[in-house]
């Protein structure tokens, strides 16, 4: 852009150096021109489409069929993310966040629309009643996914929408997670809001929200509670996505997310926690889930505004696993090989980050020992919040569904999260990073 507003002021240049006199009539002519057309075309009341449109669809529809989702590679690997929205109002800075998150990948913006029974049922009667009976049951993503588009543009995010109608969340989100996407192109990581109990915040219509937005009026997009959904069908969800083979990432108090520069200068850190707090154990920090996290991570640091910060991997050292909660101590060398274990492997993957002891985790581990699960979740929230001062983004492993009792798993989550700042949790299914040339 600029080189070329370079050459055109010198081509004006040169023009007046030459011939002003026929320069100055060339721009002047060029000028009436230009507003001859403007005012007296024919095609000013004329839709004839854009040719430009056209082009596009051929092109894309060409290059799609020549992905191959059996020519994979992980080399070749990018997150392609499905967020599932429940109310676009209130999820403005997480969908905002998002598309940093996807690096050039895939990013689809899916929302389940609950319709309990079928759509549209089978008219009876005569045929003015069959016809207020179809009028009546519209398919309502026809009219939701105009204002959906424009939510786009207003966020300024390259996202595309799904939209869905179920008899509930959760058979919906199955839909979206098997269709969303075409050919190769599909998503391989889904992304899912937290059930916070909290007042929603309407970003769009609050005056002092950087979402802010008259033009989305309140029965737009009408807020929706999160209460349709219980943790045990939460859980659930959570389940059926690993079940298809997808990455599952869980998001929790993005409200409290600003992303102007002021507000990020009075942070320094994105953390990474690449422990297994419900069953920790040494190759924890090696695993697949912690890969996939700390490439999450190492992705939202290179875009320009969280650049400003230092990737900080938090080292819990000293934890074997001995059954669900119980750790033991490494030998004082053991633990120097640990650290440098996982400094070879993040200098290996090109990974800048700083390892940060947590020295509070072994006492909270000793006293797991003597403690219920409860308590043991707040001393890990108690840590976590200790750490978190001058911490943006903070990334968690997130054990899979396997807690005795999914309620209980869920609360688990909730408490170890409970006031942290805006907290992914993750859990990776797939091998994301290569150090072969």
């Not at 507003?5 to 002047?28: D, H, K, R, W």
């Amino acid at each position: 852009m600029y080189s070329s507003f370079q050459g055109l002021l010198g081509t004006l240049i040169m023009m007046m150096v030459i011939s002003p006199i026929y320069a100055s009539c060339s721009i002047l002519l060029c000028l009436l021109l230009v507003v001859f057309l403007h005012l007296f075309s024919p095609s000013k009341e004329a839709d004839w489409g854009s040719i430009s449109q056209a082009l596009i669809f051929h092109q894309v529809r060409k290059y799609l069929l020549l992905l191959d989702i059996r020519k994979d590679h992980v080399k070749f690997w990018r997150p392609q993310v499905l967020l599932l929205v429940n109310s676009p109002r209130t999820a403005c800075p997480l969908i905002d966040f998002i598309n940093d998150l996807k690096k050039g990948g895939l990013y689809v913006l899916g929302h389940v629309e609950v319709q309990e029974g079928e759509m549209i049922e089978k008219p009876q009667g005569n045929e003015a009643e069959q016809g207020e009976n179809e009028e009546a049951k519209v398919d309502p993503t026809v009219t939701q996914t105009i204002h959906w588009l424009n939510l786009v543009d207003h966020l300024k995010v390259k996202a595309f929408v799904e939209l869905t109608v179920a008899d509930n969340v959760r058979t919906g989100m199955q839909h979206l997670v098997r269709l969303s996407g075409m050919g190769a192109m599909k998503p391989n990581t889904v992304i899912l809001g937290f059930l916070d109990k909290d007042d929603p915040t309407d970003f769009l219509s609050t005056h002092w929200s950087a979402y802010y937005n008259e033009d989305f009026e309140n029965d737009v997009f009408p807020i929706r509670s999160q209460k349709s959904v219980s943790p045990l069908e939460y859980v659930q969800m959570m389940g059926d996505v690993l079940r298809m083979k997808k990455n599952l990432c869980l998001c929790r108090n993005f409200s409290k997310l600003k992303k102007d520069v002021k507000s990020v200068r009075t942070k320094k850190y994105i953390d990474v926690w690449p422990v297994n707090f419900l069953n920790p154990g040494e190759s924890d920090a090696f695993d697949t889930t912690s890969l996939f996290m700390l490439q999450l991570a190492c992705i939202v640091n290179m875009v320009p505004l969280w650049s400003r910060l230092k990737l900080r991997v938090r080292l819990c050292e000293g934890g074997q696993s001995q059954g669900t909660l119980e750790v033991e101590s490494h030998p004082a060398q053991a633990v120097v090989t640990y650290r440098d274990r996982l400094t070879d492997m993040l200098t290996r993957l090109r990974i800048e980050a700083e390892l940060a002891p947590v020295q509070e985790w072994r006492r909270i581990v000793e006293r797991s020992r003597h403690s219920e699960w409860e308590a043991y979740a707040k001393n890990i929230n108690s840590m976590i919040l200790q750490q978190a001062e001058e911490t943006a983004v903070t990334f968690i492993y997130l054990p899979a569904p396997s807690f005795e009792g999914k309620e209980a798993y869920y609360k688990f989550l909730e408490i170890i999260t409970n006031n942290t700042p805006p907290t992914i949790l993750v859990h990776g299914i797939s091998t994301v990073t290569s150090t072969t040339l």
